[in-house]
């Protein structure tokens, strides 16, 4: 009986693990793709919330940014192979953005450096990077 006690723990312990890892990784694929219909569909306004709430209040956004953002139209959004680990709690992710300025109908893309990191205490993946920067470059 007791030869049976040690194995049955250590395989009660490795699929808990494995559990963790699994809610972790559904909650990223939910948050990633939450977030790409946000940013798609709903403006960015909506896709604030998917930012942490630290770096919100360290960085709001400004008037300036909120009129860039109220100028364009997201007409795609290209996460190519998806999210790169680099640890257990953050990935990072490169997107093309396809912006359409309402009032001329001009469309460019822009790339979108995503660093995402989980929160285990709140089971939650937060956008570390902020909204993109969607200025035009010169």
Same mark, same amino acid.
């Given at each position: 009986m007791r030869r049976i006690v040690g194995p049955i723990l250590l395989s009660t312990a490795l699929l808990l693990s494995g559990? &963790?890892?699994?809610? /972790?990784?559904?909650?990223?694929?939910?948050?990633?793709?939450?977030? &790409?219909?946000?940013? /798609?569909?709903d403006g960015f306004e909506a896709a604030e919330q998917f930012v942490d709430p630290k770096v919100r209040a360290a960085h709001p956004l400004t008037d300036l940014a909120r009129a860039r953002f109220d100028q364009v139209q997201v007409s795609g959004y290209d996460d190519g192979n998806g999210p790169i680990p680099v640890s257990d709690n953050e990935v990072r992710q490169n997107v093309q953005i396809s912006l359409t300025n309402i009032h001329t109908q001009s469309v460019r893309t822009i790339v979108d450096h995503q660093v995402w990191r989980y929160d285990p205490d709140k089971s939650h993946w937060w956008l570390e990077s902020g909204l993109p920067d969607i200025a035009p470059q010169n």
């Open positions: 559990c &963790a890892t699994n809610k /972790r990784q559904d909650a990223l694929s939910l948050t990633m793709i939450q977030y &790409a219909n946000a940013v /798609r569909f």
